[in-house]
């Protein structure tokens, strides 16, 4: 499990969830979710498949718009804060024959649209956050030839190109293979001990919650517990989730 948490200096609210509720085509999604995330904090958001992860965490990007109560990033409805939040989704949800390379893809987040041409300037900051990732030897290579955890080093790039305050990762490790996911959990593990950057990931293993959480979130339609690691693996039902899913499901 984690060590002991650690004190962030700042102790300022990144993000914060105040009662929200969900409703999606006359169904209940989530109801009553609230807590906080600070500055530096690494947050495993956990639950079974269709708790409603995923669906929180499009209210967070701004995606959709909460039936009750509020989502705040930076202080701010999210979406209001350009560049603030950085995103890597399941390798499963984008499209991998899409004709770009690596590069192509961290600087389009940079500039928020597709580049034609690159200028010196973007092409040093796409390499420098692909530094980051351990994926400047990929720069050049073409999406559809990367494995799954080249890709997911690429899109944690992307996501960190544009230097966000919050980071949001949709089971980044679903569908890679076992060595990419330890590369990447060594990747998360030392974005986790960032006193800047705070985040937010959806995961199922307990492999990503040890390497990386300082604090766990895990919801069933309701927020169930809410606290640090070593308290939480003691809750029955979170132990048994974490130890019975693979990297491949959602929710």
């Not at 690159?118 to 040093?124: M, V």
Request: with cysteine.
């Amino acid at each position: 499990m984690s060590a002991s948490p650690r004190i962030h200096p700042s102790g300022e609210t990144i993000l914060e969830l105040e009662n929200v509720g969900i409703e999606l085509g006359g169904r209940r999604i989530l109801r009553d979710i609230s807590f906080k995330v600070l500055r530096g904090e690494f947050l495993c958001l956990v639950g079974p498949n269709g708790a409603g992860k995923s669906t929180l965490l499009k209210a967070v990007l701004g995606l959709l718009q909460p039936t009750e109560g509020r989502v705040m990033v930076l202080g701010k409805p999210p979406g209001k804060s350009p560049g603030a939040v950085g995103y890597v989704p399941q390798r499963k949800s984008f499209d991998r024959t899409f004709p770009a390379t690596s590069l192509e893809l961290v600087v389009a987040n940079l500039r928020g649209s597709w580049p034609v041409m690159i200028t010196k300037k973007e092409r040093e900051q796409a390499m420098a956050a692909l530094v980051r990732t351990k994926a400047e030897k990929l720069a050049d290579r073409q999406l559809f030839a990367l494995s799954g955890g080249e890709t997911q080093r690429v899109f944690l790039a992307r996501a960190l190109v544009t230097s966000p305050q919050l980071i949001v990762l949709d089971e980044p490790a679903a569908g890679v293979d076992i060595r990419g996911r330890d590369d990447l959990y060594d990747l998360l593990h030392v974005i986790s001990q960032d006193d800047y950057l705070a985040a937010v990931m959806v995961t199922h293993s307990l492999m990503a919650l040890s390497r990386t959480a300082e604090k766990v979130a895990y919801i069933d339609g309701t927020l169930q517990a809410f606290g640090l690691p070593s308290e939480l693996l003691g809750h029955g039902k979170l132990a048994a989730l974490l130890g019975g899913h693979t990297e491949d499901g959602d929710g």
